[in-house]
C-alpha cells in the first residue's frame, strides 16, 4: 500500500513530491502518481524518482491521495468515485471548496489546501483547511507533506479566499516590485542583469530580516531611515503615491476575484 498517490504531476506535483522524498519522511517507493499528459508524467518520474502508474490502480493501492488537477478538469475523477471513497484526499486544486471534493470523489476525509508557486523552490506558503471527520494524525500527515515545501497554516476553509489574495497571488505582486525596482536602478544607469540580482536579493534580505528578528516591519523600516536621507526622500514618494493602501487593495481584489471564481464553479 503506498502512503500516498499524486493525480495529476505537474510542476507544483512534481515540486511537492521532491520536497517530501528530500526531507526523507518519504521513500520513492512509498509515493505513487498518475498524469494523462504522457510528457508530464515522464517528467515526473526521472525528476522524482516516483514510479507513475494507471490512475485506477495507483488510487487502489494507496491510502491517500493528492489531487494536483486543473479546476476545470477536476470533475471528472468522479468516473473514479468508487475507488476514492475511503481514501484521504489532499487537494490542491485552486477554488474547488471541500463541499465539492466530498461530491467528486466520495470522500468525507478531504484537506484541501492552497498553495503558492515558491513551493517550486522549497519557499512555499501555504494555508490549509480540514473537513470535519479529519483526525489529528491525517491533519499532521499532511503538514508534513506542506512543511517539506515551505509553511503551512491552518485556517477556517471561509479564510482561504484571502490566502489565496495573500500568499497565492501574492508571489505575482513580488515579482511586479522586483521589477520596478530593477527599472529604477537602470534608469539610474545600472546594467539591467546586476539591477534585477540586487533588487531580488534585497527582497530576500529584507524578509528574511522580518522572519528571524520577529521584528515589526515599521520598525526595521526605521531602522533603514535616516532623517531627510535617501530612504526618507523615497519613502515620501511611495506614500504620496499611496503604495500601501494600493497594495492592500489590491489583496482585496484579489480576494474578492477568489469569492467570485468560487461561486462560478459550485
Given at each position: 500500500?503506498?502512503?500516498?498517490?499524486?493525480?495529476?504531476?505537474?510542476?507544483?506535483?512534481?515540486?511537492?513530491?521532491?520536497?517530501?522524498?528530500?526531507?526523507?519522511?518519504?521513500?520513492?517507493?512509498?509515493?505513487?502518481?498518475?498524469?494523462?499528459d504522457?510528457?508530464a508524467?515522464?517528467?515526473?518520474?526521472?525528476?522524482t524518482?516516483?514510479?507513475?502508474?494507471s490512475?485506477?490502480?495507483?488510487?487502489?493501492?494507496?491510502?491517500?491521495?493528492?489531487?494536483a488537477?486543473?479546476?476545470?478538469?477536476?470533475?471528472?475523477?468522479?468516473?473514479?468515485?468508487?475507488?476514492?471513497?475511503?481514501?484521504?484526499?489532499?487537494?490542491?486544486?485552486?477554488?474547488?471548496?471541500?463541499?465539492?471534493?466530498?461530491?467528486?470523489t466520495?470522500?468525507?476525509?478531504?484537506?484541501?489546501?492552497?498553495?503558492?508557486?515558491?513551493?517550486?523552490?522549497?519557499?512555499?506558503?501555504?494555508?490549509?483547511?480540514?473537513?470535519?471527520?479529519?483526525?489529528?494524525?491525517?491533519?499532521?500527515?499532511?503538514?508534513?507533506?506542506?512543511?517539506?515545501?515551505?509553511?503551512a497554516?491552518?485556517?477556517?476553509?471561509?479564510?482561504?479566499?484571502?490566502?489565496?489574495?495573500?500568499?497565492?497571488?501574492?508571489?505575482?505582486?513580488?515579482?511586479?516590485?522586483?521589477?520596478?525596482?530593477?527599472?529604477?536602478?537602470?534608469?539610474?544607469?545600472?546594467?539591467?542583469?546586476?539591477?534585477?540580482?540586487?533588487?531580488?536579493?534585497?527582497?530576500?534580505g529584507a524578509?528574511?530580516?522580518?522572519?528571524?528578528?520577529?521584528?515589526?516591519?515599521?520598525?526595521?523600516?526605521?531602522?533603514v531611515?535616516?532623517?531627510?536621507?535617501?530612504?526618507?526622500?523615497?519613502?515620501?514618494?511611495?506614500?504620496?503615491?499611496?503604495f500601501?493602501?494600493?497594495?492592500?487593495?489590491?489583496?482585496?481584489?484579489?480576494?474578492?476575484?477568489?469569492?467570485?471564481?468560487?461561486?462560478?464553479?459550485?
Amino acid at each position: 500500500m503506498k502512503k500516498l498517490f499524486f493525480i495529476g504531476a505537474g510542476k507544483m506535483a512534481t515540486a511537492i513530491a521532491g520536497g517530501i522524498t528530500a526531507s526523507g519522511k518519504f521513500q520513492a517507493s512509498e509515493l505513487g502518481a498518475c498524469d494523462p499528459d504522457i510528457r508530464a508524467a515522464a517528467a515526473f518520474e526521472e525528476a522524482t524518482g516516483i514510479k507513475v502508474y494507471s490512475s485506477g490502480e495507483g488510487i487502489k493501492e494507496s491510502s491517500a491521495l493528492l489531487l494536483a488537477v486543473k479546476p476545470q478538469v477536476i470533475h471528472s475523477l468522479a468516473a473514479q468515485k468508487d475507488l476514492m471513497k475511503d481514501k484521504l484526499i489532499i487537494s490542491i486544486a485552486a477554488g474547488i471548496s471541500i463541499a465539492q471534493l466530498a461530491e467528486i470523489t466520495g470522500s468525507n476525509r478531504i484537506i484541501r489546501v492552497m498553495p503558492n508557486t515558491p513551493a517550486l523552490v522549497g519557499k512555499g506558503a501555504s494555508g490549509y483547511s480540514c473537513s470535519e471527520m479529519i483526525s489529528p494524525e491525517e491533519e499532521n500527515f499532511a503538514k508534513e507533506i506542506l512543511s517539506a515545501v515551505g509553511v503551512a497554516f491552518k485556517f477556517a476553509e471561509s479564510s482561504l479566499d484571502a490566502v489565496t489574495a495573500l500568499s497565492g497571488s501574492g508571489p505575482a505582486y513580488v515579482f511586479e516590485f522586483i521589477q520596478a525596482l530593477a527599472d529604477g536602478g537602470v534608469a539610474e544607469g545600472l546594467p539591467r542583469d546586476t539591477a534585477q540580482i540586487l533588487a531580488a536579493q534585497t527582497l530576500i534580505g529584507a524578509a528574511e530580516m522580518v522572519l528571524k528578528t520577529q521584528e515589526h516591519p515599521c520598525s526595521l523600516k526605521d531602522k533603514v531611515t535616516s532623517p531627510a536621507g535617501t530612504t526618507s526622500r523615497a519613502l515620501e514618494v511611495l506614500a504620496d503615491r499611496g503604495f500601501a493602501g494600493t497594495v492592500i487593495k489590491a489583496v482585496r481584489a484579489a480576494a474578492e476575484r477568489s469569492r467570485e471564481l468560487g461561486t462560478k464553479t459550485k
